[in-house]
């Protein structure tokens, strides 16, 4: 029955309904329609006007129904109407919409119903490409992620192929190395650089937009070492498919770039005064308004400075227009520059002063103007810069008091810091969409612990104009299904509120003892605990097998003060746990029925890590982990995310931190498992774990993956971390699936 009900999450889902607003602004905003899906294939066209926000019915369902049914021939239900979306007639006074292959108008006047032919076939949106794959099964290898070599890297970015200046006098390719530029008029060769050498070539280059000046950026190649994968079992069969590609660890030496100006009239090549941009990735020119001048941004390696840097064309001289030193690190996670077209302003986010805030910077005298924002709260991300109105729409968190601090709300502030504007209120998470004018915003919030609300609200104030829609979970709710709890609890400083979620099996008895498991991910570049209302959850589902189940956010990770974020430096085996820890112990005091000595916790990637790291580091509390692809050393993992939090050159604090230096700690019960493919964390970073257990006589359990990439193990991996808390936490012995064939 356990096992049965984990399983029925799936279906709630589907016992849930308007959890989202797909707007449809018509009439230059004056209107917007969006259609709900109710109970049993069911659905509504609602329509919205928007300046005093009356909501009704798009049209009379039940009418087109009618005429619908008499036109086509085929019975039409009004509550189940053939067609999905709504074409407004520009003087509303009619809607076209299409069934099948056929198009249809009905007149809102008298329900005239009356066919346009044949509907016009819409082409299929490209699907775009996704920047990671998702757990579960690697999709097939596109091209055998070979040594990219130097001629690879300038076919790819296509600069050995003729590239002409916007004046269209010049053009320039790329030939051995060196930049050449010849003139368009006879296609003579004028001039080429000098300093391009097989091993240090000129990879790509930029105009200048008036066409005098062409940037070349130069690599000095690094290490270039590669990772491999074996893919066990391809498709078709045959032998096993070794798999390698260039993959930079901590302390390699990365590829290291520099720039030169390339003069195609006085025909020469000046060298621009700079450090080489050593953290892997080739410099981002953009020029300024005067084109005599660009910029370019430089975290350096390690990530204790960052800087904004201008570039005189004409001597090859710098000069710094930003220039942040951190004590710690500066999270390039987090990092925004905007940089304002009609003047030579620039805006930035630092965490500078403690929180992360926005500051204006004077460009040309290369100061901070003002700071935007201000204040013990965070702004998350920036929506909208107007330089004109010089205003900013963006996003933050923190700052309205008596709410959990990871709360999104939306605001609107001027460049001088002035004007600061709440677009949305009420104790939630907020997400906002705008229509096509700016005249109006949909705002929708909820929490864990509240369903969706939808507001329409004026974009100039954020000004209520109605509370429109809910969403509908009464179903949700009349299966026994239950919020999860937010939970607050102090930190390890006594002070710092620590913020979680509590999930309960819906048979829930308060006078038994559960065993408590946390779902696991302390990685720096942000927060995860869940903030908004979802009907499903994997976390509810293995509460369901007679656990209380608990996320939690510890000190080290992101969205908080920068003294909070700060925990992780140099120090990721921390990752939260003290906090963690006196977060459960405080739980357990207010419900005297979570059971603190049979505790277990899961994750995945750095969750992994996570995991493992609780049983070695903090066994006398963590009795049982699932570790899936975790990054136990971060000397074996990418570069930028190990050194973003651990620092550069790698010292003995790293081999201090790894799981696999102190895999001999391990106490209790551990269940490993790795994708065989994984292109995120090299797999072998599981299996040198694997081979330390071994040498240090531990007892634990390790599944491989074939044919997986970077996973938590997909259906099968998640049956595994079932039984495998069931079995160890509850003393119960699992399904045997051999038997009953499940």
């Not at 108008?105 to 066919?115: E, F, I, P, Q």
């Not at 999860?484 to 979620?501: C, H, L, M, N």
Request: proline share 5%.
């Amino acid at each position: 029955m356990a096992y049965a009900r984990a399983d029925m999450q799936r279906q709630s889902v589907q016992m849930a309904f308007k959890l989202k607003i797909a707007p449809h602004w018509y009439d230059a905003d004056r209107h917007f329609w969006y259609r709900n899906d109710l109970q049993s294939g069911t659905k509504e066209f609602i329509d919205v006007e928007t300046s005093r926000g009356h909501r009704s019915l798009a049209f009379d369902h039940a009418r087109l129904a009618s005429a619908l049914s008499a036109a086509s021939g085929s019975q039409v239900a009004g509550d189940k109407l053939p067609f999905q979306t709504i074409d407004f007639s520009d003087d509303r006074k009619s809607i076209s919409f299409s069934v099948g292959s056929k198009r249809w108008k009905c007149d809102l006047g008298d329900y005239a119903v009356t066919s346009l032919g044949e509907a016009t076939k819409e082409t299929p949106a490209t699907a775009e490409i996704q920047d990671s794959i998702d757990e579960g099964q690697l999709s097939p290898f596109a091209e055998d992620p070979k040594y990219i070599t130097i001629s690879d890297l300038q076919r790819r970015r296509g600069q050995n192929r003729e590239q002409t200046s916007p004046d269209a006098r010049w053009s320039y390719a790329i030939v051995d190395g060196n930049i050449h530029i010849s003139s368009k008029e006879n296609g003579k060769e004028i001039f080429a650089s000098k300093t391009g050498v097989a091993g240090d070539p000129f990879i790509s280059a930029r105009w200048s937009p008036d066409s005098k000046v062409l940037i070349g950026i130069r690599m000095v190649q690094g290490d270039r070492k590669d990772v491999y994968l074996i893919e066990s079992s391809p498709a078709g069969g045959g032998r096993a498919k070794l798999r390698s590609r260039v993959y930079d660890l901590p302390g390699d030496k990365l590829d290291t770039f520099d720039l030169a100006v390339l003069d195609p009239v006085k025909m020469t090549e000046t060298k621009v005064q700079m450090e080489l941009v050593d953290t892997g990735d080739q410099p981002d020119i953009r020029w300024k308004r005067d084109p005599r001048y660009f910029t370019y941004e430089k975290t350096d390696r390690g990530h204790g400075r960052f800087r904004v840097i201008e570039v005189d064309t004409l001597t090859g001289a710098t000069r710094n227009l930003v220039d942040h030193v951190a004590k710690t690190f500066i999270d390039i996670t987090s990092q925004y520059t905007y940089y304002c077209t009609t003047s030579d302003e620039i805006v930035w986010r630092s965490e500078k002063d403690g929180y992360g805030h926005l500051y204006l910077v004077d460009g040309a005298k290369g100061t901070i103007e003002n700071a935007i924002t201000k204040g013990p709260w965070v702004v998350r991300g920036v929506d909208k810069v107007d330089e004109k109105a010089r205003q900013i729409w963006f996003h933050g968190s923190g700052k309205e008091v008596g709410q959990d601090p990871y709360l999104i709300q939306y605001y609107r502030v001027n460049f001088d810091g002035s004007g600061l504007v709440a677009l949305t209120e009420g104790n939630a998470n907020h997400s906002i969409a705008w229509s096509p004018t700016n005249r109006f915003l949909i705002d929708t919030y909820s929490r864990v612990d509240s369903e969706p609300t939808f507001e329409l609200r004026r974009g100039s104030d954020g000004k209520l104009v109605s509370r429109f829609d809910r969403a509908d979970i009464s179903a949700l709710r009349s299966s026994g299904w239950k919020f999860p709890e937010v939970f607050v609890s102090k930190a390890r400083d006594s002070q710092t509120d620590i913020w979680g979620v509590v999930f309960r099996p819906s048979n829930f008895d308060p006078t038994k003892k559960y065993p408590i498991i946390e779902n696991i991910y302390a990685g720096p570049q942000d927060s995860f605990v869940p903030k908004s209302f979802s009907p499903a959850n994997r976390m509810q589902a293995l509460a369901e097998l007679g656990f209380v189940v608990v996320q939690i956010d510890g000190m080290g990770t992101r969205n908080r003060s920068k003294a909070f974020h700060d925990v992780c430096w140099k120090n990721l085996a921390d990752a939260g746990f003290p906090d963690r820890i006196m977060w459960m112990k405080a739980l357990a005091a207010k419900y005297p029925y979570v059971d603190l000595d049979r505790v277990g916790v899961y994750g995945t990637s750095a969750g992994g890590q996570n995991s493992t790291g609780a049983m070695l580091f903090h066994p006398e509390f963590y009795k049982v982990a699932v570790s899936c692809a975790g990054c136990h050393d971060n000397r074996m993992d990418k570069v930028w995310w190990n050194e973003q939090w651990m620092g550069y050159p790698v010292g003995p604090h790293y081999a201090e931190q790894s799981n696999i230096t102190n895999a001999s700690k391990l106490k209790g019960k551990l269940l490993l498992m790795v994708g065989e493919l994984d292109t995120n964390v090299p797999p072998e970073s599981t299996l040198r774990l694997v081979d330390a257990l071994i040498k240090a006589n531990k007892d634990f359990q390790f599944l491989m993956l074939p044919g997986f990439d970077h996973t938590d193990g997909g259906p099968y991996g998640e049956r595994k971390r079932r039984d495998f808390f069931v079995h160890n936490l509850l003393g119960v012995e699992p399904p045997d699936r051999n038997r009953t064939g499940e």
